[in-house]
């Protein structure tokens, strides 16, 4: 079974240029989720989709970070304009199920981004 | 709000010797998993623990959820310097799917 797949794996960009990351879930998993992991520290959850539809994105900086998940498979993360505070890696991760009742999430590899 | 703390922060042991990382939340909650990320990878699920009182084992490690359902504990035995990484409870509220992730245990095991 193939898992999670996240691109670009790494980028480096300035501060207030545009940065987009792409995750493409687990076949069949209707969850996808996108975590900030910042050095140090747990990942943090951006955003929640079930199918195509937003389940929670209280914690998504709205005034600069955008996430669209187009016909409820592959997904896409925006970040613009990034500021020096946005690196860290970005895990992409998917489940079967909403999250609960025995359902395990799985998480891509990460895109890592620095921003300079 | 919900606040869950996780301790300690950071552990190092000697390869042999066991190793507990604790989960503690001031609300009850509906279940709770733990993932183990490894220096540069990222978060791989372990083990999910639902019932209160729950106790489960993988090989060496010991998974507990406490009767109250606010705290949870990862007991390994004999650590292994494949056990190094960071270990993270993670956390759904009742009545919601949102999974949260502690602050993590960073374990070194020194050979």
């Known amino acids: 079974e193939a898992g999670v797949a996240q691109s670009p794996r790494y980028k480096i960009i300035e501060k207030r240029q545009s940065v987009a990351f792409w995750c493409n879930p687990i076949?069949?998993?209707?969850?996808l989720y996108w975590y900030q992991q910042i050095l140090g520290q747990g990942p943090k959850l951006l955003i929640q989709?079930?199918?195509?539809?937003?389940?929670?994105d209280s914690q998504l900086p709205k005034d600069r970070f955008s996430a669209e998940r187009l016909k409820g498979v592959d997904s896409t993360l925006k970040i613009q304009p990034a500021k020096l505070e946005d690196s860290a890696v970005y895990l992409c991760?998917?489940?079967?199920?909403?999250?609960?009742?025995?359902?395990?999430?799985?998480f891509g590899e990460g895109s890592w981004l620095t921003v300079v | 709000g919900q606040q869950v703390m996780q301790i300690p922060q950071y552990q190092h042991v000697q390869e042999g010797e066991d190793f507990t990382t604790y989960c503690n939340s001031s609300?009850?909650?509906?279940?709770i998993q733990w993932y183990k990320q490894r220096p540069g990878g990222h978060p791989v699920f372990l083990i999910q623990?639902?019932?209160?009182?729950e106790v489960k084992k993988q090989k060496r490690l010991t998974f507990q959820f406490g009767e109250a359902k606010k705290n949870s504990s990862l007991h390994i035995t004999a650590t292994q310097t494949t056990d190094v990484g960071t270990y993270f409870c993670?956390?759904?509220?009742?009545?919601?799917?949102?999974?949260?992730f502690g602050t993590g245990t960073r374990l070194k095991v020194l050979a």
């Open positions: 076949s069949g998993h209707a969850t």
């Open positions: 993670a956390y759904a509220t009742s009545g919601t799917y949102k999974y949260i």
């Open positions: 623990l639902v019932k209160s009182g």
């Open positions: 991760a998917s489940s079967f199920l909403r999250g609960g009742g025995g359902n395990t999430i799985y």
């Open positions: 609300t009850t909650l509906s279940n």
């Open positions: 989709f079930q199918n195509n539809g937003v389940v929670d």
